[in-house]
T-cell receptor
Framework: DQQVKQNSPSLSVQEGRISILNCDYTNSMFDYFLWYKKYPAEGPTFLISISSIKDKNEDGRFTVFLNKSAKHLSLHIVPSQPGDSAVYFCAAKGRYGAGGTSYGKLTFGQGTILTVHP | NAGVTQTPKFQVLKTGQSMTLQCAQDMNHNSMYWYRQDPGMGLRLIYYSASEGTTDKGEVPNGYNVSRLNKREFSLRLESAAPSQTSVYFC????????????FGPGTRLTVL
């Protein structure tokens, strides 16, 4: 039962253009969402997060949008740079013990490989 | 500032062998986690420790045991390795389990033959 899904295994964009990575979730008890970035042979690094009380959070070139009614979030990278090429994971957490979510547990999507071409 | 460190980086085991993966963090975090990453599966939580002295099962705990040795260290043990445990293992830590960002180590690539 995949509660967090990233349906696009890969995305290819041109340098300078917008990259949009998508993520869907099924558990309505998730109330905090994060994006992690992972380079080969390294651990994931935190990129940006959003609480369910917001619908948008921006940090420099990165913006995360949350549509709770659709149970959908997206990460926008503008402008995209070759150094952004990596695997991007979305993750979700819920309140303690609520709706089958575990204390502090992050549920990850499968990841999307982003390639930004010069 | 090392953050989260893991040893070893690579390991090859034969079926039935045992080993312990080590993890340490120097950020004075209370909570620590072990994940495995498999192709097409994302990261899945094996065990976690919300605070020193406590451990709890995650999503895929079977075949593993953990020890929270002290506030800094959290080890993962495979008592009798199986090919299905071939994976990349990541340790992570956070200041608190709720709400706080998790910081990941570089991973251990384990192959079980």
């Amino acid at each position: 039962d995949q509660q967090v899904k990233q349906n696009s295994p890969s995305l290819s964009v041109q340098e300078g253009r917008i990259s949009i990575l998508n993520c869907d979730y099924t558990n309505s008890m998730f109330d905090y969402f994060l994006w992690y970035k992972k380079y080969p042979a390294e651990g994931p690094t935190f990129l940006i997060s959003i609480s369910s009380i917001k619908d948008k959070n921006e940090d420099g070139r990165f913006t995360v949008f949350l549509n709770k009614s659709a149970k959908h979030l997206s990460l926008h990278i503008v402008p995209s740079q070759p150094g952004d090429s990596a695997v991007y994971f979305c993750a979700a957490k819920g309140r303690y013990g609520a709706g089958g979510t575990s204390y502090g547990k992050l549920t990850f999507g499968q990841g999307t490989i982003l390639t930004v071409h010069p | 500032n090392a953050g989260v460190t893991q040893t070893p980086k690579f390991q090859v085991l034969k079926t039935g062998q045992s080993m312990t993966l080590q993890c340490a963090q120097d950020m004075n975090h209370n909570s620590m986690y072990w994940y495995r990453q498999d192709p097409g599966m994302g990261l899945r939580l094996i065990y976690y420790s919300a605070s020193e002295g406590t451990t709890d099962k995650g999503e895929v705990p079977n075949g593993y045991n953990v020890s929270r040795l002290n506030k800094r260290e959290f080890s993962l043990r495979l008592e009798s390795a199986a090919p299905s445990q071939t994976s990349v293992y990541f340790c992570a830590s956070s200041e608190l389990a709720i709400r706080d960002t998790q910081y990941f180590g570089p991973g251990t690539r384990l192959t079980v033959l």
